[in-house]
């Protein structure tokens, strides 16, 4: 007891799911907004934006009872947070929840990349690392439920978390790729004003996609130096916010231009020119719902 320091272990955790529960307030929020104001989208897209909220508050509930076990069930006994003994089985099944979450927005905005560039090439590329995380981080999760120890699960399966979260930054990175190519392609048949928005989109995209990449890189790197602490903990119980987030904020970000710059592009409703990365004003752009067979802006 006398040698034990609960800051980068309880402390980090704590903060990382206190960050969480805000994030997750937000996009609460975010959602009600959305179904309020868009209540002609298409159902499968309103029914994407239930599935996620879904899976964020089962989400919020395991990481709570993680931290319920640390600090409340394992009271007085620091040696349980030692790598001798199995962590709690509700963090990974967060995982599962996780998962689903980010491959649902990574998909989502994949399917934008093609609406916007009519190419499959990166789509597919998209669709295959989001295929291999997903049974990577399937076998990961199954194997933490069964784990005697954090020791042995770290041993046998660390290749495999970092592998996985390698994957989940390589697809940010190529998306957030694709679609500034695609938006620099169509900044040359802009006019000035469609053009000036573009820019910003592209500088956003970019912005944006370092962000949650480096989510990704940051909890790979505390993984891999600092196993003995919970810090990676606390950037994982954060990261699957950060997507949700960016879908709804990019669903409800079409009405903001809509009364401000007066500006319409043609696509499907709810098209997003951002990544999974992209918080937000990415799509201070309004969609023609009704048009589904280009996603070429039309001149100003």
């Not at 919020?60 to 076990?69: F, S």
Request: net charge positive; aromatic share 10%.
């Amino acid at each position: 007891m006398d040698s034990f320091n609960p800051n980068p272990t309880i402390g980090a955790l704590l903060i990382g799911v206190l960050l969480s529960y805000l994030l997750l307030g937000v996009m609460t929020t975010q959602t009600y907004i959305y179904y309020g104001r868009f209540p002609n989208d298409p159902r499968k897209l309103k029914a994407m934006v239930a599935v996620v909220w879904v899976c964020e508050f089962a989400h919020a509930l395991c990481i709570g009872h993680t931290l319920y076990t640390y600090t409340i069930l394992d009271y007085g006994h620091p040696e349980r947070l030692g790598p001798t003994r199995a962590s709690p089985r509700s963090i990974h099944t967060s995982v599962l929840f996780g998962l689903v979450i980010t491959t649902c927005v990574q998909g989502f905005f994949s399917v934008r990349i093609y609406a916007l560039s009519r190419r499959l090439f990166v789509p597919i590329l998209i669709g295959t690392l989001l295929f291999l995380r997903v049974v990577g981080s399937t076998v990961a999760s199954a194997a933490g439920l069964r784990s005697t120890s954090v020791l042995n699960y770290e041993s046998q399966w660390g290749w495999l978390i970092k592998t996985v979260w390698s994957i989940g930054a390589a697809c940010d990175v190529i998306t957030t790729t694709a679609l500034v190519t695609v938006l620099v392609q169509q900044r040359t048949y802009a006019h000035r004003r469609t053009g000036a928005i573009l820019d910003k989109i592209i500088a956003w995209t970019i912005e944006t996609g370092i962000l949650t990449t480096a989510s990704w890189l940051v909890m790979l790197a505390c993984f891999v130096t600092m196993k003995k602490n919970f810090i990676w903990i606390a950037v994982f119980v954060i990261n699957a916010r950060l997507f949700s987030n960016s879908f709804l904020a990019s669903l409800n970000s079409r009405a903001s231009l809509r009364t401000t710059n007066d500006v319409s592009l043609s696509g499907f409703a709810g098209i997003v020119p951002s990544s999974s990365s992209q918080m937000t004003k990415l799509t201070h752009i309004t969609y023609d719902a009704e048009s589904r067979d280009t996603a070429v802006p039309k001149n100003a």
